[in-house]
């Protein structure tokens, strides 16, 4: 068996490397009782998880949460006949009759010609080491006294806030091991720690509610406790005393952490999922013109310390930086081995997801894209799943910020934006530099040139 196993063994208090390599074993195992029992193929998954949350509210501790998780899930093949199983269970007898289950299963489905494991030839064959683990060796003790100065620090930063809605600190730590009978064995490992607050500034019907939040891979990569709560608290006051708005067409900015849910309708239209069951906006969109010719969307799956960083996919795939929208023109779809073989297609190592997509920024911050925009909506919440991913047809609640001569005017909510998003697509003018480091899809603020907007 060519075995692909963790890399740089832990040594002292990090035990993550012995315990991978405990789970290499178990996967290698199953695949053995999965052979035994007759079937042609066979992949096992294996994963330990790890976790402390902690949330305050009002200066009192409300919740303490310590978790310990273990999965083990197996899927074998008889031909194209699929049976799939999983337990938490270790016993010898467990396991044994977990993968009898699973065979049970397979022998009473019916075929599916794109059942399968994923090809052979595209196995990783080259383990990768991303810094995605960073352990934060934190007590309950520790986290408490982060969660309580956090919201402190916004309850004392503006005598408008009246209320919280708490503060909150997790930390949490997941291994990996996926083995499948082409004999491969890939291991992961990976980190995240959070902090957030949520604050209620003013009274009766006026109040407000807003927060902050920061999280990654490493405790040094979080913004400091007391500065969370403190932006919390000015997001909540920037919200008080809003105004209505008129009904009409204006420009619109998307704050960068809602912008990047127009790169989440891209990315779920693109799908193999959506593309197979005919189910979007986008069909058969692969080499047409979708965004302006400066508009470039990259997935960087290697990118060092990313937040979903990985060597290979879900199905043991390698995975590759390449361009999803280069020029203006979408390159390809996101697939995994079953979408790309009943679209006649090759997988793009996207089984499970899509791992740090990058939008191309060709404007500076969003201090810049107001001063283009001169007058216009700034969009920073939306509510509501007002989006049809078959037409494409876009309709959501919103709140934000009018904006005068470039600069924020007042808060405004109780709003409507509506457009359809392939319009809407063809309708970004700008892209900011301002990306948001919190999640996966990394985008900065979008400037649209127009869109509807129905006030309250």
């Not at 490992?189 to 019907?205: K, N, P, Q, W, Y």
Request: proline share 4%; net charge negative.
């Amino acid at each position: 068996m060519n075995q692909i196993t963790p890399r740089n063994r832990d040594t002292g208090a990090d035990d993550s490397g012995r315990r991978l390599e405990s789970l290499s074993a178990l996967s290698s195992r199953l695949l053995e009782l999965c052979s035994k029992a007759g079937a042609d193929q066979a992949e096992v998954s294996c994963s330990e998880e790890r976790g402390l949350n902690v949330g305050v509210r009002m200066g009192e501790v409300e919740t303490v949460e310590a978790t310990r998780d273990r999965g083990i899930a197996v899927t074998v093949y008889f031909g194209q006949c699929k049976g799939s199983a999983s337990t938490a269970d270790l016993r010898e007898d467990s396991l044994a009759a977990t993968v009898e289950q699973a065979c049970a299963i397979a022998r009473f489905t019916s075929p599916d010609p794109a059942a399968g494991l994923a090809d052979a030839a595209r196995m990783a064959t080259h383990p990768l080491e991303l810094d995605t683990w960073h352990p934060w060796e934190l007590d309950a003790d520790r986290a408490v006294e982060l969660a309580l100065a956090c919201e402190a620090a916004g309850r004392d930063a503006d005598p408008r806030i009246a209320n919280s809605d708490g503060a909150s600190v997790g930390t949490g730590a997941s291994l990996g091991v996926y083995a499948n009978s082409h004999g491969f064995v890939g291991a992961s490992r990976d980190t995240v720690h959070s902090i957030s607050c949520a604050l209620i500034a003013g009274r009766g019907e006026q109040m407000q509610r807003q927060g902050w939040y920061t999280a990654g891979l490493a405790a040094d990569d979080l913004e400091p406790a007391a500065a969370v709560g403190r932006k919390a608290a000015a997001r909540t006051v920037a919200r008080l005393d809003p105004r209505p708005l008129s009904t009409g067409r204006y420009p619109v900015l998307f704050d960068a952490p809602v912008a990047r849910t127009l790169i989440g309708h891209l990315l779920a239209a693109v799908s193999g999922g959506a593309q197979y069951r005919q189910a979007s906006f986008l069909l058969g969109a692969v080499g047409e013109r979708l965004f302006p010719g400066w508009f470039q969307v990259r997935e960087r799956p290697h990118l060092v310390r990313g937040l979903r960083s990985a060597w290979f996919d879900a199905e043991g795939v390698a995975t590759r930086d390449s361009a999803l929208v280069e020029d203006g023109v979408l390159s390809r779809y996101v697939l995994g081995s079953y979408s790309a073989r009943r679209l006649g297609l090759e997988s793009t190592g996207n089984a499970g997801g899509v791992r740090n997509v990058e939008v191309a920024a060709n404007a500076g911050g969003q201090d810049a894209l107001l001063r283009t925009m001169g007058t216009g909506l700034l969009v920073t919440d939306l509510m509501g799943q007002g989006v049809n991913p078959v037409t494409g047809d876009y309709s959501r609640g919103a709140s934000g910020f009018w904006v005068e001569g470039g600069a924020i005017a007042w808060p405004v909510e109780g709003i409507t934006i509506a457009g359809n998003l392939r319009s809407m697509f063809q309708a970004i003018e700008a892209v900011g530099s301002d990306i948001d480091p919190r999640s996966h899809l990394r985008t900065g603020s979008i400037l649209l040139d127009g869109m509807t907007v129905a006030g309250g």
